[in-house]
């Protein structure tokens, strides 16, 4: 879920993390039109409907047990990997 800017309150599937740049892709949210250059002939100028990428502070998980946006926090799972669960109820995010 969105929680600031002008997608605030909106939400969708996370399609993509770019953990190096630390945003997300969100699934309908932040579309920008991108203007496409005929290139060719190959492939015809327009306009193309794009998700934008999102800092990640802007963006909340939505905790499917608890119904609304939550924090994260992590929870080390047996040594090496760590898990993001939900602040609340500890339901995990990663399946
Ligand atoms: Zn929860």
Same mark, same amino acid.
């Given at each position: 879920?969105?929680?600031?800017? =002008? *997608? ?9 993390? !770019?953990? +190096? %740049?630390?945003?997300?892709? $969100? ?22 409907? =794009? *998700? ?9 998980? !939505?905790? +499917? %047990?608890?119904?609304?946006? $939550? ?25």
């Amino acid at each position: 879920m969105v929680t600031t800017g =002008k *997608e605030k309150g909106k939400s969708g599937r996370i399609l993509k993390v !770019l953990p +190096e %740049k630390e945003k997300v892709i $969100v699934e309908k949210i932040n579309l920008i039109k991108r203007h496409m250059r005929p290139h060719g002939q190959q492939r015809r100028g327009g306009i193309v409907e =794009k *998700e934008a990428p999102f800092h990640i502070s802007n963006v909340m998980l !939505l905790c +499917e %047990k608890c119904n609304k946006p $939550v924090r994260i926090r992590h929870r080390a799972m047996g040594g090496r990997k760590k898990a993001r669960v939900c602040y609340k109820c500890g339901e995990s995010f990663d399946k």
